[in-house]
């Protein structure tokens, strides 16, 4: 367990997959989470259901990422039941194989909606919660091992948008080095979730582990990244890839 006892987190995407293991690690190390979800409320609420049982205080707000212009009112909504951020985790995201250059429903269309969840969201919800983050603040973003390279083809969208929220976090912790605030990315590979399931997959005998990660493995990566043991880590790219991208 990693003392997190009195913080305070915003996790997007936090209803479901990897952002519900973090939402769980966080309050078993004593953080007040908000969690952001879109279409899956009844995820967000079994899931704060389950951990009020165990004592722990999670909120639930909606961040729509198809529309960058509200992500502010998110982090607005999100203050009214915790105050203030020290811990934000930019997890929500959209990803898809249909982006092949040469696919006619891979235009602009699809560029903007993946652009707009991935990078644009993220990128007005983090320049407004960054005013409520005091010295000491942690900030998180999950990209990709497609952050870091091209595995796979028809993913080209989705790879360019993980480039950026990779590349803006190295940016963001030279912005934020003088305040004290940390900014560090999570680039996971295949991880078993609802959204890329495990089974019937052999996206795991491309690691050097010859498995999938478990949402959890992710999790304990974020606790580290959100404690004061990791106060001289900003600017990197932490893999939970298996070794994919070794």
């Known amino acids: ?6 913080k305070k987190a915003l996790v997007t995407g936090g209803s479901r997959g990897i952002g ?13 989470v908000v969690l952001t979800y879109n279409s899956s409320p009844e995820k967000a609420k079994k899931l704060i259901t389950e951990l009020t049982r165990k004592r722990g205080k999670v909120y639930m707000v909606r961040l729509d990422g ?12 999100a203050l009214k039941h915790i105050g203030h951020i020290d811990i934000l985790v930019n ?3 959209m990803g898809g194989f249909d982006q092949h250059i040469d696919n006619p429903k891979a235009g602009l269309e699809k560029f903007d909606q993946i652009f707009d969840l991935n990078v644009r969201t993220l990128y007005a919800l983090t320049h407004e919660a960054v005013k409520h983050m005091n010295s000491g603040g942690r900030m998180i973003n999950i990209s990709s091992v497609l952050g870091e390279r091209a595995i796979f083809p028809d993913t080209g969208i989705y790879n360019a948008s993980k480039f ?16 004290n605030i940390t900014v560090n990315a999570i680039q996971p590979g295949p991880i078993d ?23 959890e493995e992710v999790a304990a990566v974020a606790a580290f990244l959100a404690s004061e043991e990791s106060s001289y880590v900003t600017g990197a790219t932490i893999n939970v890839d298996g070794g994919m991208n070794a």
């Open 164 to 179: 950026a929220v990779t590349g803006l976090s190295r940016s963001w912790a030279l912005d934020l080095g003088a305040k």
């Open 66 to 77: 198809s529309k960058p212009e509200k992500a502010a009112g998110t982090v607005r909504e």
């Open 91 to 93: 997890n929500a995201g």
């Open 20 to 32: 519900a293991a973090i939402v769980r690690r966080f309050v078993e190390d004593g953080v007040e």
């Open 1 to 6: 367990m990693t003392d997190l006892k009195g």
């Open 193 to 215: 979730t609802d959204l890329n399931p495990a089974e019937g997959s052999t996206m795991g005998e491309m690691t050097a582990l010859k498995r999938y990660g478990r949402p």
